[in-house]
């Protein structure tokens, strides 16, 4: 078993508490070896997702911390399936794609633009193995 650790970084302006979205169950991959027939599978521990917080801003912050087994991820892509919050009003900003690393909108309560730039560094670093 080999634990993976996604770190994002990146630049927050009005907004904070970056973190993807899903639903309340597990998600996991699992993959079966053609030539083994070993299943071989990847989960999330949901108990390590945490937050990219403007605090943050341009450092290496883990935001999830995965379980794998027999695979491993090599790169990630962001797509569509955060959220964040405005610094000042608080107004919730779900829906958030960050396929082109860049996203921008505007707070009504707080009336100043948000801005999430420069996602150009997301990394995987390998934490604990183990046999």
């Known amino acids: 078993m080999r634990e993976i650790t996604l770190q994002l970084k990146a630049m927050l302006e ?6 993807p979205v899903g639903g309340h169950g597990s998600a996991s991959r699992v993959q079966k070896c053609k030539l083994c027939a070993l299943e071989n599978s990847i989960e999330i521990l949901s108990s390590t997702i945490k937050s990219y917080n403007s605090e943050d801003n341009e450092k290496f912050k883990t935001i999830v911390e995965f379980e794998c087994r027999g695979l491993e991820p090599i790169d ?4 569509a399936g955060f ?12 829906d958030i794609n960050l396929q082109e690393k860049d996203w921008t909108d505007y707070d009504e309560k707080a009336q100043e633009s948000v801005e999430i730039f420069e996602v150009r560094a997301l990394t995987f670093l390998h934490a604990a193995s183990q046999a």
């Open 14 to 19: 009005n907004v904070t508490d970056l973190r």
């Open 76 to 79: 990630f892509q962001p797509q």
């Open 83 to 94: 959220a964040a919050k405005g610094v000042e009003s608080g107004t919730v900003f779900s």
